[in-house]
Structure formats: C-alpha cells, structure tokens
C-alpha cells in the first residue's frame, strides 16, 4: 500500500532541506577575513614620497643625514615585510609591521639620495613602495 504524505510535511521537509542547503552553501563561501581572501581595500602607504634638503648654508652639493618620517601602512594583508633596499643610505626601525594603519620610521643617514625604494610586502604578496629623496640646499623638492 502506497503512503502518502501531507501536504504540510512535505513544505516542512522542503523548507528544512533548503535551509541546509543555504547554510552549507554559506558555510563553504570563504567568510574568511582580508587575510585569507584578499583585502577589499586599496594596499598603500602614507606618505608615499619623502624629500629632505640640506638647510641654507650647507656646502653645496652636501645632503646631511638625520631626516626622519613615519610611514603608516593601510590595505593589504597584514602582516607585512619592510624592505630596506639601501640599508648604508637609510636605517629602517623595523624589517615588519603586524597589523594595518600600524607605521615603520625611516632616518636618512646622509648622502645624496634620488628616488630610493622602501619596498612594503604583504601577506599576499602585494607590493607597494614608499620613496626617499634626500638632496643638498635649493635643489628642488624632489631631489
């Protein structure tokens, strides 16, 4: 003999069963942070470009050490790997930074520089850089 069954329990059964459904499908999505999934923001540095020059009076064509600026991380996939590619030029406080907005500071040791790269690295593998000019009295900002 063939049972049949309501009509109630079997919106019942179907509601369930799409309920599951939905939350194996949801649970399987990812729901990962930024760090597993790649962030949703853009990966930079703040500022992005520094320029030192010596002060008036300086011998010409001499660039001084000592300048000093405070780079702030944003974006990405913490955490994230300092890259120093001119460590007789600048000292760098840190070689990684764990988490976003958190900050590395550089200090010009002397010497003229021209568009010298701090690489930033993240956990992705995502690169950004960070510049460095240091240049004697009246050159220009960028030099």
């Not at 500022?47 to 008036?56: D, E, H, I, M, R």
């Amino acid at each position: 003999m063939i049972q049949q069954v309501s009509p109630m329990k079997q919106t019942k059964k179907l509601r369930f069963s799409l309920m599951l459904a939905i939350s194996s499908l949801a649970a399987g999505c990812g729901g990962g942070g930024d760090n597993e999934a790649g962030s949703p923001t853009v990966f930079s540095v703040v500022p992005t470009t520094v320029s030192f020059k010596a002060p008036v009076g300086t011998p010409a064509g001499v660039c001084l050490g000592g300048g000093t600026q405070t780079v702030f991380i944003y974006g990405g996939a913490a955490p994230y790997k300092i890259d120093n590619t001119s460590p007789d030029a600048v000292d760098v406080d840190k070689t990684e930074v764990g988490e976003r907005g958190g900050s590395f500071t550089i200090t010009v040791r002397g010497g003229c520089l021209t568009t010298v790269p701090i690489v930033v690295v993240d956990k992705l593998n995502k690169i950004v850089t960070f510049t460095i000019n240091n240049g004697p009295a009246g050159a220009s900002a960028g030099a």
